[in-house]
């Protein structure tokens, strides 16, 4: 018998309405349009508005799109892999409230926390369950409300993040295309650098807590940025070059979006020119784990089957990898 690939078999996304500007930044801290666009490539980022709502609920609308668009039962899931730093709740599981307002009514599901990494993670533990046979039919989320836990009088962090969340379908195939290989490392000596300093176990929340504002995004940028376009440009060369991967042969490179400087460096990297780079920083900023599925939607219709995909991450852990994916339809 020949190997079961995992293989995407439909995408979908979705990014909130409210458009926060680099012009409506200027005015909420001392910044200016011109420093974030020539420092990162951000022009806007979404922010989702409205009492009471969480990442789930962005992640309602991907996944009940990616259901409709893929002529899929939401009864048919069985596994739901949910990749957030920003859960609606501590516990339970963003996963397992997703499952009930789209109503997977039988699949089970976990969160999984690699920052934003951890689509990638996601993509790579979701194959292995259709690998091994154990289930035909699983999707893989990845999104942030990053608004929730940004601070917006820091200018350093709040220029960067978005709120947007993406989904895809992973299912069984006999066929050569799907997911391929996967780079994939985590190094916690990083996380001095970019954390979230208090509302776990070893600093719950307190007065303290928060009148130190310390349950915002803590970044220290240059130290990240040299780590970042590092190993995130070795992790896709590595993929490249043990796979017999010439640039010529890469389709796509699929990066995530931090900085538009980390992906120049990626795709210089890998010796693959900037018209083969899914770029779409300079609208919906850094969305943490929405920045590669949002890609992959926003894309779809130019991918054709067989297009070698190169995915590439790097984020908060240290937390970084790469992934070769064949496309497994034309639009
Ligand atoms: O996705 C997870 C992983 N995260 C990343 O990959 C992020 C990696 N880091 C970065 O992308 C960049 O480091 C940043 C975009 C965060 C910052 O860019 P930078 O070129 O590294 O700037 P910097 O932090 O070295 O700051 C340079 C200057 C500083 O002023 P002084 O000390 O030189 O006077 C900052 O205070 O720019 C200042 N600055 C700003 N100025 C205007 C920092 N943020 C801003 C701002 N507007 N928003």
Known sequence: MSKIHAAITGVHGYVPDYVLSNKELEK??????????????????????????????????????????????????????FCTVTPDLVFPASANILCDK??????????????????????TTGSKFIESGMHKKVIVVGGDKMSAIIDYTDRATCVIFGDGCGAVLLEPTEEAVGLMDADLHSDGSGRTFLHQKAGGSVKPASHETVDAREHFVYQEGKQVFRFAVTNMAESAATVMERNHLKPEDVAWLVPHQANLRIIDATADRMGVGREKIMINIQ??????NGTLPLCLWEWEKQLKKGDNLILAAFGGGFTWGAVWLKWAYSA
Request: aromatic residues 8%; proline residues 1%; glycine residues 14%.
């Open 28 to 81: 909420m801290v001392d910044t200016s349009d011109e420093w974030i666009l020539t420092r990162t490539g951000i022009s806007e980022r979404r922010i989702l508005k409205g009492e009471g709502l969480g990442v789930s609920d962005m992640a309602v609308h991907a996944v009940k799109g990616l259901l409709e668009k893929t002529n899929t039962r939401p009864e048919d899931i069985e596994l739901v892999i």
């Open 102 to 123: 789209a109503g997977l009514v039988n699949a089970w599901g976990y969160d999984l926390g690699a920052a934003c990494s951890g689509f990638l993670f996601g993509l």
């Open 283 to 288: 609208k919906f900023g850094n969305t943490t």
